[in-house]
């Protein structure tokens, strides 16, 4: 990791550096942001951990997350997985900002049903502007699991503390799961436009032989000429279409090749590889999956 980074591998040491004194928990933590102070000298200085991070925010809180930079007039939730670099844009006061932050360590979750499917939770892995709107009820819910994880904290360790911490945190991606398919559907105008734009882009890709100076589209080409993560277009996709956007690749790829079969005497290796399959038999595989049938028998259609 760059040496310019300040890295935080423990609780301990994060809740130190944020000079917050000891933790309750190795493992887990609560801040109040309104709790956080910190001067020019720290303004521009680049900071991760090894932690996993929800964060609500508000327009006070003089931290960026992710690649890029977001003004929010509003309390925003942020998921920020291990690794992830944050940076301080503005010096704060004590109290200027309100909100909280929840840190867990993977170790907290490791051989829970959590730290099986974690990584389904796709907004980790979104971008600062993909952010969750919370309306106040919302943002109720949330904070109030909050407070009881925070209550669990700091109580005495027992045999039911690690599965009380984890099912709350389990509650808390669940409920922002409910919560973004909310602001999602808000947006469907704007997810409308999205949709087109990927299938334009990918015309286009084909229309300008793309597919044989440079292989097929990746869905990080997709999602950086929409201007998202790539975790946010593929659960646009899904929830608008029902078709992740691999598999929108993967169809428009399908569809050219079914008129190439039908409308040429090229080879099906040839085809293959006009299409950006480097491998022609899993060229096959993928339109047999497709279609059921494979390309030669699709071609035998005609």
Known sequence: MNSNILRSRSIAELLKGMGLGKPAHPLIAVI????????????????????????????????????????????????????????????????????????????????????????QYNFFTYEVYEALYLSEQEEEILTNLVKLIDREINQRTDNHSQQVLVSNIELILNYSLR???????????????IIAKVEKLLQDYYQNNDLLMSGQPSIQYLADKCHLSPSYLSDILAKETGRSAKDHINDFLIDKAKHLLLSSTDSISGIAYSLGFNYPHYFGRVFKQKTGKTPQEYRQLD
């Open 32 to 119: 109040d942001t309104a709790k956080l102070a910190y001067g020019e000298e720290f303004v521009g200085m680049r900071f991760s951990s090894d932690m996993y991070c929800i964060a609500l925010k508000d327009a006070g809180c003089g931290i960026d997350y992710g690649r890029n930079h977001y003004d929010f007039d509003e309390g925003v939730l942020i998921f920020t997985a291990p690794e992830q670099v944050f940076k301080v844009t503005k010096a704060q006061a004590l109290n200027q900002s309100q909100g909280w932050m929840l840190y867990f360590h993977p170790d907290l979750i490791r051989n829970t049903s959590l730290g099986g499917t974690i990584d």
């Open 179 to 193: 919560f973004y398919e909310r602001q999602m559907n808000t947006r469907s105008a704007q997810a409308s436009d």
